[in-house]
């Protein structure tokens, strides 16, 4: 993407790439998160120049199927792939698991092979309660596929198929998965209900302990906690890797003191996925 639009309250602007980069620092911030791809107006993020000679850019990973400016990449072709394949998931089984820590195959479609602990992916056989028996099928997920269908569109955000989160914690996938920009707070953290909210990273704070989508402007996701355990697992060194990053956590959203800025608190460092943008 060479251009994006920014609208940013009453000012609306299109700025090229060049443009954009030779804003102050200042500006840079103010109106990174109030941009989107100029043909499909999927949220877009600006990606800095890096100190290994990567130029700066716009992207999105919101790009329509037929968008001009998305353009092909083994990236958003995985990510297709898995939103075609969670859709067969939902109409084929009662019951999806998610597991936290299967990370997925980056580089191909093949299904990864598990610990032998989990099970990839099994039929039970349960009694109901008139006592016959009923074929329930539970389907294992992992984290990457799941963020990677959300974000290509899958049927899975508004399924009514139970999702277990943990054993016995069952929630209907519409109920559970939510997009940060539709994140509802609540007034603490002890009231919160704990879900799955995904999107893009737009950017981080300097320190890399607060992340900010690109979604909606009105969300921090504090990680420092859990920071050196998320970067290592996820390959994280530097700011810019978060820009334009999928991620999908499970956490509590609720209104920080002053009720001016939500927060989504992570469960642990466990339950989250980020997929760094490959281009
Ligand atoms: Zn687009």
Redesign the pocket.
């Known amino acids: 993407m060479l251009d994006a639009k920014c609208t940013y309250g009453e000012e609306v602007c299109t700025y090229s790439i060049l443009g954009f980069q030779e804003l102050s620092e200042t500006d840079i911030e103010k109106y990174r998160q109030f941009l989107e791809?100029t043909?499909?107006k999927?949220k877009a993020f600006f990606r800095k120049k890096s100190s290994d000679g990567k130029g700066a850019c716009f992207g999105?990973r919101y790009?329509?199927e037929n968008?001009g400016?998305?353009g092909s990449s083994p990236q958003r072709e995985r990510e297709s792939r898995h939103a075609v394949e969670v859709n067969q998931i939902i109409s084929d089984s009662n019951l999806v698991s998610i597991d936290f820590f299967s990370l997925g195959s980056k580089s191909s479609s093949e299904p990864k092979a598990r610990p032998s602990k989990s099970k990839p992916s099994t039929n039970k056989t349960s009694k109901t309660h008139s006592g016959t028996n009923k074929q329930t099928r539970i389907k294992v997920l992992g984290m990457e596929k799941v963020l990677n269908s959300l974000m290509r569109g899958s049927d899975l955000a508004e399924s009514s198929i139970l999702i277990e989160v943990d054993n016995g914690y069952k929630y209907k996938a519409k109920n559970l998965f939510v997009n940060f920009a539709d994140a509802e707070a609540s007034d603490s953290s002890k009231d919160a209900k704990p879900k799955m909210y995904w999107g893009a990273i737009s950017h981080s704070d300097k320190e890399l302990e607060w992340l900010n989508p690109s979604d909606c402007n009105d969300i921090g996701i504090p990680i420092y906690k859990h920071k050196s355990i998320i970067f290592d697992r996820f390959k994280v060194e530097k700011g810019r890797d978060l820009e334009g990053a999928g991620i999908i956590l499970f956490g509590k959203c609720f209104w920080n003191s002053k009720k001016t800025r939500k927060i989504i608190e992570l469960w642990n460092s466990d339950r989250i996925f980020i997929s760094i943008a490959e281009d």
């Open positions: 791809c043909e499909c999927g999105s790009h329509t968008c400016e998305g």
